[in-house]
């Protein structure tokens, strides 16, 4: 991507995140009683409720990562407390479709994760620096690649499993960080994972030159895949709050930290130079317990 193009994408990144933001509806229910959604809700009887529960938190993490974005981009802020919230409401979203097909109601209620918000909630753990959850998070992930949750077994039904490179990318780094065996031939599989092919080759390299290209070739991929240039692209990073936030960078940046690698002080690449790459050393504070917690162990009754 040209800098005037790169430019004109981070415009229009500010401009639809400043919108989000103002939005009555979402400010209503998110903002000023993020209990609406769930205050009426008895997961343990009435069915209709269940199958809004894991999209009503994912609205929620949504929200307070639209909220970091924001903050960062038009007000050079750092508000550290929405990114914990938006990592802690994804993976809530994430266990409760896994609760809810261990019951049985994947019969009646799609309890299936897209790709893209199963690598976003990955890497929002990460990024946040709560190892333990991302642990938690990449077993789901592994045991719901047989499940209804991500569905992805080879099938001549569908090729699903080809569409999102950084999914498969983060799963397997990960998996190679917390020794975990991931048989990727058994799955439907991206026939091309470049540029993640030599990443996770080179994760643990020394060389800061390395890392420095490997860096380069994911981000180029990253702002290549966030503007759609037609009605029938199937793009990875299109969507405003993800196309200036490189989220699986980062997290390849903070599981190097984790293996005890050190990574440069800086990046060559502009995508690396906006505030939304920002990460900071140590971890995130976890929020305090909430509704989101009463919920999943409702539903784990």
């Known amino acids: 991507m040209d800098k005037r193009a790169f430019e004109r994408v981070k415009k229009n990144v500010a401009f639809w995140l400043l919108e989000d933001t103002r939005d009555a509806v979402s400010q209503q229910l998110l903002h000023d009683d993020p209990l609406v959604f769930f205050g009426s809700l008895d997961p343990t009887k009435d069915k209709s409720a269940i199958a809004l529960i894991s999209m009503n938190l994912e ?16 007000q050079n802020l750092l508000r550290e407390h929405h990114l914990g919230q938006a990592a802690k409401y994804a993976k809530a979203a994430l266990d409760t479709n896994e609760t809810l097909i261990s019951r049985g109601f994947e019969k009646n209620i799609d ?27 990449l077993n789901t992930l592994v045991s719901g690649l047989d499940s209804p949750l991500l569905d992805l077994r080879k099938n001549p039904r569908h090729r699903k499993g080809v569409l999102f490179r950084h999914f498969w990318f983060l799963l397997q ?17 991206p026939e091309d994972m470049s ?23 994911m981000a180029d991929f990253h702002l290549a ?12 990073f299109d969507v405003e709050s993800r196309a200036l936030f490189p989220y699986e960078i980062l997290a390849f940046l903070r599981i190097r930290e984790w293996a005890g690698v050190k ?3 800086s990046y060559d690449h502009p995508l690396m130079n906006t505030a939304l790459a920002q990460m900071k050393v140590d971890p995130i504070p976890y929020p305090s317990p909430d509704f989101s917690d009463k919920v999943i162990e409702d539903l784990m009754k």
């Open 173 to 189: 780094l990960c998996s190679d960080m917390f020794s975990k065996c991931v048989a990727s031939d058994s799955y439907s599989y």
């Open 263 to 265: 990574n440069p002080d």
């Open 225 to 236: 895949h966030s503007r759609s240039t037609g009605h029938e692209d199937i793009l990875e």
């Open 59 to 74: 609205h929620l993490s949504q929200w307070h990562l639209v909220q970091y974005e924001n903050a960062l981009i038009n």
């Open 111 to 137: 309890c299936g994760v897209l790709l893209t918000n199963a690598a976003l909630t990955l890497s929002l753990s990460i990024i946040a620096g709560w190892k333990e959850d991302a642990r938690s998070v």
């Open 195 to 217: 540029p993640y092919t030599e990443a996770l080759e080179n994760w643990k390299t020394s060389d800061p030159d390395l890392v420095q290209r490997l860096i380069s070739s």
